[in-house]
């Protein structure tokens, strides 16, 4: 292949750098929301542990060292097990098999659902793991507290944390970002209303995480049935879901590992 001469070098940049602003344009309207969506989730628990700190010393101390722990050993690896759908459900779409994209949400939320259950055991054993690392008893005992009703809220996470990688997979990030932004919004009433209104307390903060996250859920499935955008990506639940598991979890597991 011959070299492109001294004088066309200068058109061949030109050609470059016209095609690159297109792209980066594109790249900024797909990141943009993801960064945005990825930030309004995270302040979900942030306004728990907010409203937890009104309450006082010791209840602000055992929800922030329960969410800390519940970050580490829960979601931080559920969202890395997830994660193995970027990489699986890119390919379908690329291949134009977009069934698989269905097939392949189902099987990581029935893996990630199987994963729920050590994490379940870790989180209502949490006071007894504080003590045995050192922690304040009173401290344990209310970030313990905290922890056990946090376990709910990993019924629709699971669902939830899948589902958004399904849309992200296909450029569906404005979605994505709106129920995120209209979730969180509503956080902030429901954290009032099971804190201070239901007399809940600290519980009360850490039970309106697992209702927000199913008010999400709710939004994106009601989007995903009404909007019809997702009728070759989503033709229903499979017994297909059941095979490959452990191909699936074989990919899952390194990529929660960069995660956690």
């Given amino acids: 292949m011959e070299k492109p001469s001294v004088d066309e070098q200068p058109l061949l940049v030109e050609r470059d750098e016209n095609a690159a602003a297109p792209e980066a344009k594109r790249l900024l309207r797909l990141a943009g929301p993801l960064v945005a969506s990825g930030i309004l989730q995270c302040a979900l628990q942030l306004v728990s542990v907010m409203f937890v700190g009104h309450l006082g010393e010791l209840p602000l101390a055992g929800a922030s060292l329960a969410t800390s722990l519940a970050n580490v050993t ?19 779409f690329g291949a134009r098999q977009y069934h698989l994209l269905g097939v392949y949400k189902q099987r990581a939320m029935l ?4 994963a729920c259950v050590p994490i379940a055991l870790v989180w209502a054993n949490t006071a007894r793991i504080l003590l045995l690392l050192g922690q304040d008893t009173a401290i344990a005992a209310e970030a313990g507290a905290y922890a056990r009703w946090l376990i709910p809220a990993l ?10 990688r399904f849309l992200q ?3 569906m990030v404005v979605p994505v970002m709106a129920s995120s ?13 099971l804190v201070h209104r239901a007399g809940m307390g600290s519980k009360g903060a850490a039970l309106a995480t697992a209702v927000s996250y199913s008010a999400n859920l709710a939004i ?3 989007y995903t049935r009404l909007s019809g955008v997702c009728k070759t990506t989503w033709t229903g639940f499979s017994m297909e879901a059941f095979k490959e598991l452990r191909q699936f979890a074989e990919l899952a597991v390194p990529s929660a590992m960069m995660v956690w």
């Fill in 74 to 92: 829960g979601f931080s690896l559920l969202v890395g097990m997830a994660s193995a759908l970027d990489t699986l459900c890119g390919q379908a």
């Fill in 111 to 114: 893996v990630l659902t199987l």
């Fill in 155 to 164: 019924v629709p996470y699971v669902p939830l944390t899948c589902h958004i």
């Fill in 169 to 171: 997979t296909q450029s």
């Fill in 181 to 193: 932004a209209v979730t969180s919004l509503s956080h902030v009433l429901v954290c009032w209303a």
């Fill in 220 to 222: 994106l499935s009601l």
